[in-house]
């Protein structure tokens, strides 16, 4: 049954104040036990317990690996239910660094300076690690967030590798290709700086671009195997630099792979070009993975500019599990899918997923999530006619929508034929170079080549109505790609489109299975799915989603359309996952009770959200119930979901927020004059449980 216990005594609370920001941050130096070496300063190494029951969820909010001379500051973000209240769910968070320990018992704002030098205010736990006098080396860190609720478990991060050293660097270097080349000082390449940085052993390097350059990383393999530093090799730049590939060179040859792990590309100097990028790689045997921060991502040929007239092949930009922090995105697709951090971000005209599987995704800003105009939309391309002397004639794709492989067959009376069509780069090869060879059936890539096969046959006309995308997505109208069987084409046209399927999701979960947050981002003019937690079985466990809110286009046409998009939970078992405080005025929660697999515990909340609706799909039984839906509120034509408590119905999102379609998410109307005890704070006087608020995602003051 649900532990849901709205109202209650908050007898976990503390006066948590805004205003803790402006002392100093807690120290903590490793034991003197500690001799340079990681883990030596412990007695006994943090464990995190196997988990049996729920767990706060907790996830840093810096990336590891930093190297400092004096202090560092660290954060992390944690949250945990406590019978029906994120408030006072962490009794508190225990930093353990080499031997020593150090309880922080209340959250904050913390302001730092991002890499662009602007000033950030990030809500979390914080602390300042120190190096002690006279000793450097490496050091891990632990963290342990202890819930306030006795019934769940402890959980411990880490370790996270940290490095306290004399200085910031082992070399300094720059690159000035108007300068002579000095081995170990300027190089004319931002690739042979990298280079030097692994030949050299460095832990950390630091690479300052000194003129405006372009430079093609696609191609600088260097070495042999896979180096990481311990540290990072930090390229920064005082002027402008791009990178970019010129062309598309085939899929192998757009790969940004240096061989080198934990690069660390700082500041807004530094520009990632896209157009002919298929990812910017990092070595899957080799922990390191890479730092974007501050940097931009473009791509100059548009958010839908075709790769081998399709999607590009590679899903994330940059390969394994990176960190980004403030970065500005432009025309990218699937942006930061699979991040180890996400923090304070921005998209503009993205599509795809921008997080999905994310483990701490907080403060970014999204403009325009959108598949839909330039893939998820019919693209007439080929029209097909047998005007032959058999009484039928039919055609049919078989295979998934735009797979590899897919085979098109033609059947007119006792005759049939295939050819197949698949999308990788062996087809395009093919096709380009070689153009249909009737001979041969495996060589379709293109439209044109399908239109050339069916033209072969006896009897057959195919006209090709657009060749620019591949053949591996045609389709009916209307069919989203999907295969087909035996339509007619007996003495009349029939017209195939391409379409891709792809829908976007600001968060989707995929692989993850524990510890996430998704916190205090906000989007607009998305087509979309925003929030969805389900995936194909699996698990889904101490997953936070509190204060995000969104917008999506409320479109009347088309794949997208607004009323039919929604954020699910759904296929999985879901264990203390939280849906707290988010506006979305123009999309639904769905509870889908009719997927094999939803089953939700007590431990997991859905309160004061402000949403278009909140509904069951199918009939919740029992194991449904068990979830605590409480005090939110949906639009005016709808009924509270079954197993609710404190539901508020009126309005919609013309009416509920002051301007909900440009981002201005101000409470109005229904939701304006409905205050809900609050389950979320940041810890801000007036904001306690005891007192009333809108509900919906509240202002980070």
């Given at each position: 049954?649900?532990?849901l216990?709205?109202?209650?005594?908050?007898?976990h609370?503390?006066p948590?104040?805004?205003?803790?920001?402006?002392?100093?941050l807690?120290?903590?130096?490793?034991?003197?036990?500690?001799?340079g070496v990681?883990g030596?300063?412990?007695a006994?190494?943090?464990?995190?317990?196997?988990?049996?029951t729920?767990?706060?969820?907790?996830?840093?909010?810096?990336?590891?690996h930093?190297?400092?001379?004096?202090?560092?500051?660290?954060?992390?973000?944690?949250?945990?239910n406590?019978?029906?209240?994120l408030?006072?769910?962490?009794?508190?968070?225990?930093f353990h660094?080499?031997g020593?320990?150090?309880?922080v018992?209340?959250?904050?704002?913390h302001t730092?300076?991002d890499?662009?030098?602007?000033?950030?205010?990030?809500?979390g736990?914080w602390?300042?690690?120190?190096?002690?006098?006279?000793?450097?080396?490496?050091?891990n860190?632990?963290?342990?967030?202890?819930?306030?609720?006795?019934?769940?478990?402890?959980?411990?991060?880490?370790?996270?590798?940290?490095?306290p050293?004399?200085?910031?660097?082992?070399?300094?270097?720059?690159?000035?290709?108007?300068?002579?080349t000095?081995?170990?000082?300027?190089?004319?390449?931002?690739?042979a700086?990298?280079?030097?940085?692994r030949t050299?052993g460095?832990d950390?390097?630091?690479?300052?671009?000194?003129k405006?350059?372009?430079?093609?990383?696609?191609?600088?393999k260097?070495?042999?195997?896979v180096y990481?530093?311990?540290?990072y090799?930090?390229?920064t730049?005082?002027?402008?630099?791009?990178?970019?590939?010129p062309?598309?060179?085939?899929?192998?040859?757009?790969?940004f792979?240096?061989?080198?792990?934990r690069?660390?590309?700082k500041?807004?100097?530094?520009?990632?070009?896209t157009?002919?990028?298929?990812?910017?790689w990092?070595e899957?045997?080799a922990?390191g993975?890479?730092?974007?921060?501050g940097?931009?991502?473009?791509n100059?040929?548009?958010?839908?500019?075709?790769?081998?007239?399709?999607?590009?092949?590679y899903?994330?930009?940059v390969?394994g599990?990176?960190?980004?922090?403030?970065?500005?995105?432009?025309?990218?697709s699937?942006?930061?899918i699979?991040?180890?951090l996400?923090?304070?971000?921005?998209?503009?005209q993205g599509?795809?997923?921008?997080?999905?599987?994310?483990?701490c995704?907080?403060?970014?800003?999204?403009d325009?999530?959108?598949s839909?105009?330039?893939?998820?939309?019919?693209f007439p391309?080929?029209s097909?006619?047998?005007?032959?002397?058999?009484?039928?004639a039919?055609?049919?794709?078989?295979?998934?929508?735009d797979?590899?492989?897919?085979?098109?067959t033609?059947?007119?009376?006792?005759?049939n034929?295939t050819?197949?069509?698949?999308?990788?780069?062996t087809?395009?090869?093919?096709?380009?170079?070689?153009?249909?060879?009737?001979?041969?059936?495996?060589q379709?890539?293109?439209?044109?080549?399908v239109a050339?096969?069916?033209?072969?046959?006896p009897?057959?006309?195919?006209?090709?109505?657009?060749?620019s995308?591949?053949?591996?997505?045609?389709?009916?109208?209307?069919?989203k790609?999907?295969?087909?069987?035996?339509r007619?084409?007996?003495?009349?046209?029939?017209?195939?489109?391409?379409?891709?399927?792809?829908h976007?999701?600001?968060?989707?979960?995929i692989?993850?299975?524990?510890?996430?947050?998704?916190?205090?981002?906000s989007?607009?003019g998305?087509?979309?799915?925003?929030?969805?937690?389900?995936?194909n079985?699996?698990?889904?466990?101490d997953?936070?989603?509190?204060?995000n809110?969104?917008?999506?286009?409320p479109?009347?046409?088309?794949y997208a359309?607004?009323?039919?998009?929604s954020?699910?939970?759904?296929g999985t078992?879901?264990?203390?996952?939280v849906?707290?405080?988010?506006?979305?005025?123009t999309?639904?929660l769905?509870?889908?009770?009719?997927?094999?697999?939803?089953?939700?515990?007590?431990?997991?909340?859905?309160?004061?959200?402000?949403l278009?609706n909140?509904?069951?799909?199918?009939?919740?039984?029992?194991?449904?119930?068990?979830?605590?839906?409480?005090?939110?509120?949906?639009?005016?034509?709808?009924?509270a979901?079954?197993?609710s408590t404190?539901t508020?119905i009126?309005?919609?999102?013309?009416?509920?927020?002051?301007?909900?379609?440009?981002g201005?998410?101000?409470p109005?109307g229904?939701?304006?004059?409905n205050p809900?005890?609050?389950?979320?704070?940041f810890?801000?006087?007036?904001?306690m449980?005891?007192?009333?608020?809108?509900?919906?995602?509240?202002?980070?003051?």
């Amino acid at each position: 049954m649900s532990r849901l216990g709205i109202g209650q005594s908050c007898r976990h609370q503390r006066p948590h104040s805004v205003f803790q920001a402006a002392t100093a941050l807690p120290l903590i130096l490793p034991s003197e036990q500690w001799n340079g070496v990681p883990g030596t300063g412990f007695a006994s190494i943090p464990a995190d317990p196997v988990r049996t029951t729920a767990k706060p969820a907790v996830r840093l909010l810096v990336p590891p690996h930093q190297r400092f001379t004096d202090k560092l500051t660290v954060g992390v973000m944690a949250m945990a239910n406590d019978n029906g209240t994120l408030i006072g769910g962490i009794d508190r968070v225990r930093f353990h660094f080499e031997g020593r320990s150090l309880d922080v018992v209340a959250p904050r704002f913390h302001t730092i300076t991002d890499a662009n030098g602007v000033e950030r205010r990030y809500w979390g736990y914080w602390i300042n690690l120190a190096r002690p006098p006279g000793k450097s080396g490496e050091a891990n860190l632990y963290v342990e967030a202890i819930p306030a609720d006795a019934t769940m478990q402890r959980r411990v991060i880490g370790p996270y590798l940290f490095l306290p050293r004399t200085t910031f660097y082992d070399s300094e270097i720059t690159v000035d290709p108007d300068a002579p080349t000095v081995a170990g000082a300027n190089y004319a390449t931002v690739g042979a700086a990298i280079n030097f940085h692994r030949t050299n052993g460095d832990d950390s390097t630091l690479i300052t671009v000194m003129k405006p350059m372009t430079e093609d990383l696609a191609a600088t393999k260097t070495g042999s195997g896979v180096y990481s530093g311990k540290g990072y090799c930090t390229i920064t730049a005082k002027a402008p630099v791009v990178f970019a590939t010129p062309d598309f060179n085939g899929d192998v040859n757009s790969q940004f792979r240096t061989q080198i792990n934990r690069l660390h590309f700082k500041g807004r100097n530094i520009t990632f070009d896209t157009r002919y990028i298929g990812t910017i790689w990092s070595e899957p045997s080799a922990d390191g993975d890479h730092w974007l921060d501050g940097c931009r991502f473009v791509n100059s040929g548009g958010r839908y500019t075709l790769w081998r007239a399709g999607p590009r092949t590679y899903g994330n930009p940059v390969a394994g599990s990176p960190y980004f922090t403030e970065c500005e995105m432009v025309a990218q697709s699937d942006a930061c899918i699979s991040a180890r951090l996400v923090r304070g971000c921005s998209l503009a005209q993205g599509f795809r997923d921008f997080a999905s599987d994310g483990q701490c995704v907080v403060g970014n800003t999204i403009d325009g999530l959108d598949s839909t105009d330039g893939w998820l939309v019919d693209f007439p391309s080929l029209s097909v006619t047998y005007s032959g002397t058999q009484a039928t004639a039919t055609l049919g794709i078989a295979g998934p929508a735009d797979g590899n492989s897919r085979t098109v067959t033609a059947k007119w009376g006792a005759n049939n034929a295939t050819f197949a069509i698949g999308r990788t780069e062996t087809f395009y090869t093919i096709a380009t170079a070689s153009g249909y060879n009737p001979a041969t059936a495996a060589q379709g890539y293109f439209v044109k080549d399908v239109a050339d096969w069916l033209n072969s046959l006896p009897d057959w006309s195919a006209s090709v109505l657009d060749n620019s995308r591949r053949a591996s997505a045609l389709a009916l109208p209307d069919g989203k790609g999907a295969p087909f069987t035996d339509r007619n084409v007996k003495n009349v046209a029939l017209q195939l489109v391409t379409c891709f399927d792809f829908h976007g999701d600001f968060y989707q979960r995929i692989a993850l299975t524990e510890n996430s947050i998704i916190a205090f981002n906000s989007g607009t003019g998305i087509r979309g799915q925003n929030i969805f937690l389900a995936a194909n079985g699996g698990l889904c466990r101490d997953f936070v989603v509190v204060g995000n809110a969104f917008t999506n286009v409320p479109s009347s046409s088309g794949y997208a359309v607004w009323t039919q998009v929604s954020s699910q939970f759904a296929g999985t078992t879901h264990s203390h996952v939280v849906f707290a405080h988010n506006s979305m005025p123009t999309q639904r929660l769905m509870l889908r009770a009719d997927s094999t697999g939803y089953d939700p515990d007590g431990y997991c909340l859905i309160a004061n959200n402000a949403l278009h609706n909140i509904n069951w799909v199918g009939t919740p039984t029992g194991k449904h119930l068990d979830v605590g839906i409480a005090n939110n509120v949906i639009d005016g034509n709808f009924l509270a979901p079954v197993g609710s408590t404190g539901t508020v119905i009126g309005g919609d999102y013309t009416t509920k927020f002051a301007d909900s379609l440009a981002g201005n998410f101000t409470p109005a109307g229904t939701l304006a004059i409905n205050p809900l005890p609050p389950v979320w704070s940041f810890g801000l006087p007036g904001l306690m449980a005891s007192s009333l608020s809108p509900a919906g995602a509240l202002p980070q003051l």
